[in-house]
């Protein structure tokens, strides 16, 4: 039996608040969410994903984007791998640079989308980022255009997620959210919420698109992502992040970014 293809580089990236990969595989990523916002370029192959609205597909040359918290996954488009090019950007420099634009619009509206131009600025930025000897004003500038594109062409009204969730669903959002890395159960959630195990466990997975316990999971993984870029060592973020065991830890860090928790703290170190 061949092994399928996986190949995924943490790169050093010039620009604090900015990580950049490079991808090429044909793992099927599970839903999950990131802290800051995703913007790749699809390189080769293509890949189909759910999202918040619904199923989207992207072949190379597409952008594909993904806002702070959206759920989401990925899988290839037919039988062999995709490559892509992959910046998450910490939601302060969006917000920095639509405030100086004027773009009352930190959201992107589509989690793919087929504009060359925005390609061309984004790869110029992925290029930048990861130059052995990075220019500063070039990192600025490359930067600074791409987002301009991104939010002037492709930019949405926030959406009002607290508003639109149950009262039930938000209120065990928030006590995830506030403290992942405590011990958290179905019925203390459902009792938080006030209504019945079952009742809270469809909502949360209809609304959200996950369930509690593998939201919980995700919050787990994305905060030892932070320990571990900040220098905390795997069984020390494991421990930090409320994972039983640091192999518990790898394995649901290498299923929701497909590189271990090893590999990425050797990277942005």
Not at 237 to 264: I, N
């Amino acid at each position: 039996m061949r092994r399928r293809l996986h190949a995924v580089e943490q790169h050093r990236s010039a620009l604090p608040g900015v990580e950049a990969m490079t991808l090429l595989t044909a793992h099927v990523f599970p839903r999950h969410a990131h802290d800051g916002f995703g913007l790749g370029l699809i390189t080769s192959g293509a890949q189909r994903s759910w999202s918040g609205i619904g199923m989207v597909e992207a072949k190379a040359g597409d952008v594909i984007t993904v806002n702070p918290g959206e759920v989401h996954d990925g899988a290839p488009l037919g039988d062999g791998p995709r490559g892509w090019r992959m910046l998450y950007i910490a939601p302060h420099l969006v917000a920095r640079e639509a405030d100086e634009m004027e773009e009352r619009r930190p959201e992107i509206a589509r989690p793919a989308l087929r504009d060359p131009a925005l390609a061309a600025l984004l790869g110029r930025l992925f290029t930048e980022i990861t130059r052995s000897a990075p220019d500063g004003f070039g990192v600025e500038e490359a930067l600074l255009r791409t987002l301009a594109r991104l939010l002037g062409r492709h930019g949405a009204w926030p959406r009002a997620v607290a508003a639109s969730a149950s009262p039930a669903v938000a209120a065990a959002r928030r006590r995830l959210d506030a403290a992942p890395e405590l011990p958290a159960s179905l019925a203390e959630l459902a009792a938080l919420s006030g209504v019945s195990r079952f009742q809270l466990l469809r909502g949360f997975r209809r609304e959200v698109g996950v369930t509690p316990h593998a939201y919980l999971v995700q919050l787990r993984v994305r905060l030892a992502r932070r320990l571990l870029a900040a220098g905390r060592a795997p069984a020390e973020a494991a421990a930090s992040a409320g994972f039983a065991d640091q192999s518990h830890m790898t394995r649901a860090f290498a299923r929701q970014f497909g590189v271990t928790p090893a590999r990425y703290r050797a990277a942005v170190a």
